[in-house]
C-alpha cells in the first residue's frame, strides 16, 4: 500500500469562485498540522481553478473536472491541457461516472484525455465503477476491467506508476440518492482492481493507489479506510464544509496509518 493518505473532494457545479478560495483557504489551515502525512487534493469548477492555485500555491494538490482531447481545436466549451498548464494546473479528474453516463462520454475518449494529459506530464484521477444493472447482473469486475483496460490501457508501466490513480466509485453509491457500498464490497472490488493493474502493469501496477468514493461520510470512512486494498478516499458531499472534513480526515488518518505499520 502507499506511505501517505489519499484523500479530496470534487465539488462538482456547486462552488463559485468566491466560495471555492474561501473553501481551500480554510481547509489549507485546517490540515497544515498533518499535511505532511496526506495526499490532500481539491477538484473544484473551471472558473474556480486560478484562484485556487493562487491561495494555497503547491500546498495542496489542485485540479481540474475535466480536460480536453486534444491541445486545440474547433472544440467550443472544452478546455486544453495548455489552458490548464498556464494556471498552474497539473491534476486532472478524468471518466467521473457523471462525464460518462450525464454527458455520454466513451472509454475511447476517456482514453485519449489520459494519454494526453501524461504527455502533458499530469497526474490523472482516472474514474471507474459499475452501473446497479451490471451490480445486478454480476458484472462488477468485468465492467471495472474493461474500464481500466480502455482507458488506462494507453499508457506504460512507468508511466502508469508515475501519473495514474484511480477512483473506484460504483455509480449505485453515488449522488443524493446514491447507497454507500459496504465495507467489504468495496475492499472486494478494490482486490479486484489492483489485480487487474497488476496485470496490465506488470509489478509497477502495484503503486498506482486506488480510492474509495461512494457516499462516504463521517460514520462509514473510518470502517471503509481500514480494509485491505483502499489506498484513499474521494469525497463528495460530506467534504464541503471544511470543518466537517478536516473531522473526517483525522477520524481516519490514524486508522490509515495503523494498517499501513501492520503491513510493513
Known sequence: MTGKLYIGTNTKMFQTGTEAETYIRKMDDLIDDIRDRLEF???????SLERSVRAVGDRIRIGAQNMAWEDRG???GEVSPLMLEEIGVRFVLIGHSERRHVFGETDGMEAAKVRLAADHGFTVL???GETAEQKDAGRSIQAVREQLEKAAGVLGPEEARERLW???EPVWA???SGVPAS???AED????????????????GAEIPVLYGGSVNASNAPEIIARDGIDGLFIGRSAWDPDRFNGIIRSVLPVFESRASKQL
Open 74 to 76: 474547433q472544440f467550443t
Open 166 to 168: 484511480i477512483g473506484y
Open 126 to 128: 482516472l474514474c471507474v
Open 174 to 176: 453515488i449522488g443524493t
Open 41 to 47: 487534493f481539491f477538484i473544484p469548477s473551471f472558473t
Open 183 to 185: 465495507a467489504s464490497y
Open 189 to 204: 472490488m478494490h482486490g479486484a482492481i489492483k489485480g487487474v493493474l497488476r496485470q496490465m502493469f506488470d509489478g509497477d
